[in-house]
C-alpha cells in the first residue's frame, strides 16, 4: 500500500521514523527530528524539512551521513552488501554492468577521491529527471568534480543525498512531478536541435532555431491555444478567456541560446506556461484573464550581436536599422527573416497596448548558486539587474622585453591587470554589485615584446542604478589615474546601458502568496542576469520566479541542470498563481 502524506502527519513519531527509515542512508536521526515540525502542507515542504534537519546538524553528523553512502560501484557493490535502496539505484544507471575499463575508471576515481575528500563521492545516478545517467555521464561528473575544494565538495554531496531522498520519497508515496517530467522532456528534444555538432547552439534564424519555432508553435497548438509566429519569429500562444472584457496577463522567454549553452535558459520559461496552459485546458479549466505565452525569438545576440529583439519588437521599440545588419558570414538580418518566411514590414504592428495588458510574469533557470545554496527550489525575484558595458583600448609603447627597464615602461597590459584588480576591489563593495572584465586582448603580442595596446571589456551591474552608476564612477575614474600614472592613453566605448527594472511589489506578494502554499518559505532575490522581463517592464509591471539551478548555479553551459521535481514545484506555483491572480 502506498504511503499518505495524511499518515506520516497523523502516525505517531516513531511510525514517521520507521516509515522514512530508507529514505537518509543509515541515518534514523534525520526522520526522527523531522517528525517534530509535522504537520506538513505538501510533500515539499517534507522534503525541505528533512534537508532542514541536515542543515541544522553538526558537521560530523553531516560526515556521517555522507560516509554512510556506499561507493559508486565499490566493495560493498560487488560483495552486494548495498542497501536495497542504492541496489536498485546503482542498477538503474547500469553500474553493474560496467565494463572492465569502465569499472577500473571508478575504482581509481573512488581512490584518488577518497584519498583527496575523506569521504566517498556521491551521486544522485537517477540525474535530475529520475531515469538515470548513463555511466559515461557519472565517469564525467566524477572526473570533474575531484578537482574540488573540500567544502564546496562536501555541500555537493549533501546536495546530492537531498536528491536521492527526494526521489525515494516520490517512489515511497507515489509522486510523479508530470509537469515537471513533461518540461523537462521537451527540453530535451529541442535541446537536440543545435547550429552545432557538439553541444546547444541556437542563435537568430538559423535552421534549428526555426525548427525550434515550429515545435513550440504545435505544443502551444496542442495545449489549446491559439500560436501564431510572428514578423520577428516570436512563438506567440493566446488561452483566451471566455469574458468579453478579458485583458491579458503576459508570461514567456527567450528560445535562442548562447554558444554552447544549456537547455533551460530561457526555454524553462515558455515550455513551463505551455505545460501549465495544456494542464488546464485537459480540465477545461479556464481563467477570467487571457494568457499569453510568448517564445521570444532572440534575446542573447549572439548571431547579430543586438539583443532582446523579440521583446523589443513586442513592446514597440524594435529598430528597423538592425534588419541591415550582418552577420559573420555576410549574412543580412533581412534576408534571414525573409528566408524564414517572415514579412519584416509587419514587425512594427507586433507592438501590445499597455492599457491592454495585466502585467507579464517570467519564470526562469536562476543561473546561479543562492537558491542552491539555501536548500530551496524557487525564489522571487525583486529586481533584474541593469548593466553598463564598455570597449576599453589601451595604447602604451611596444618595446624590447630585454632592453626596457622596468621603471621605463609604458605597459598596456601591466594598466589592464590593474584596471582588473581594481573592478575586482570595487565591485566588492555591495551585495547586488558585480563586475566583470571578460575579454582581454594583446593585439599582435609577442613574447620578448612589452605589450603596446591592450583591449578589454568592462561589464557593471547591480539591483539598483544608483548602486552601479556610483561604482562605475569610481571604476573610470581609476581607470583614468592608473593610465596616467603608467603614461597608457585610454579609449573608452560604451556598447550597453541598461537600466535596472524593479519587479512589481504587487505581482511579487502573489508570487510569494503561491510559494508559500505551496509549503515552501517564500525567499526573495537579485537577478543579476538581464532578462526579456526587463523589456517588458518598460509598458508593464513584472515579476519573476526563480528554479534552482544544480551543478553549483552554473548557467551557460552544457552543464545548466534542472530536476523535474524543482520544475514540478514550480509549475504548481505558476498554476496557483494564475488562479488565484488578482489585477492591481
Known sequence: MT?????????????????????????????????????????????????????????????????????????????????????????????????????????????????????????????????????????????????????????????????IAELRLNDLLGHVPQLGNTIIAWS??????????????????????????????????????????????????????????????????????????????????????????????????????????????????VRFKSTFLGSNAIIGQFDLGLLDKLDVDGIGMRDALHGAGRDVAQIPAIARKPEDLLGFVEVHIEQGPVLLERDLPVGIVTSIAGACRYLLELTGVASHAGTTPMTMRKDAAAAAAEIILCVERRCAQAPSLVGTVGQLQVPQGSVNVVPGSCRLSLDIRAADDATRDAALGDI????????????????????VAAPAAPCAPWLMQQLNDATARAGIPPFELPSGAGHDAMTMARITDVAMLFTRCGNGGISHNPLEVMTADDAEISAQIFLDFLRQFKPA
Request: charged residues 25%; aromatic residues 6%; proline residues 3%.
Open 188 to 301: 530535451e528534444i529541442i535541446g537536440a536541435w543545435s547550429d552545432d555538432a557538439d553541444g546547444l547552439t541556437c542563435a537568430y534564424m538559423t535552421a534549428a532555431h526555426r525548427k525550434t519555432a515550429a515545435q513550440l508553435l504545435a505544443w502551444m497548438q496542442e495545449a489549446g491555444m491559439q500560436a501564431h509566429i510572428d514578423a520577428v519569429g516570436n512563438v506567440v500562444g493566446r488561452y483566451l478567456s471566455d469574458r468579453s472584457d478579458a485583458k491579458t496577463l503576459m508570461t514567456g522567454s527567450h528560445y535562442d541560446t548562447v554558444c554552447n549553452g544549456g537547455k533551460y535558459d530561457g526555454r524553462e520559461g515558455i515550455l513551463l506556461p505551455i505545460a501549465a496552459v495544456k494542464h488546464l485546458h485537459e480540465r477545461g479549466e479556464k481563467l477570467p484573464f487571457h494568457l499569453e505565452i510568448v517564445g521570444f525569438a532572440e534575446e542573447e545576440g
Open 3 to 163: 504511503t499518505t502524506l495524511d499518515f506520516l502527519n497523523q502516525c505517531s513519531a516513531a511510525a514517521f521514523a520507521e516509515t522514512l527509515h530508507g529514505i537518509y542512508e543509515h541515518s534514523p536521526w534525520i526522520p526522527q527530528r523531522a517528525a517534530e515540525q509535522r504537520p506538513f502542507v505538501s510533500l515539499a515542504a517534507l522534503k525541505l524539512q528533512l534537508q532542514t534537519t541536515v542543515r541544522n546538524a553538526s558537521r560530523d553528523e553531516q560526515l556521517g551521513l555522507i560516509r554512510a553512502h556506499p561507493e559508486l560501484a565499490g566493495k560493498a557493490t560487488v560483495a552486494g552488501k548495498l542497501t536495497s535502496e542504492s541496489s536498485g539505484e546503482q542498477a538503474k544507471a547500469g553500474l553493474h554492468l560496467c565494463s572492465a575499463e569502465e569499472f577500473a575508471a571508478l575504482q581509481k576515481l573512488n581512490a584518488d577521491y577518497n584519498a583527496k575528500f575523506g569521504f566517498p563521492f556521491i551521486l544522485a545516478v537517477k540525474g535530475p529527471d529520475g531515469n538515470g545517467y548513463s555511466r559515461q555521464a557519472i565517469i564525467a561528473t566524477f572526473s570533474r568534480r575531484v578537482k574540488n575544494r573540500v567544502d564546496d565538495e562536501m555541500a555537493e554531496n549533501l546536495r546530492q543525498i537531498h536528491r
Open 476 to 495: 573610470l575614474r581609476e581607470i583614468e589615474a592608473i593610465c596616467l600614472r603608467r603614461q597608457i592613453d585610454v579609449r573608452l566605448e560604451k556598447t
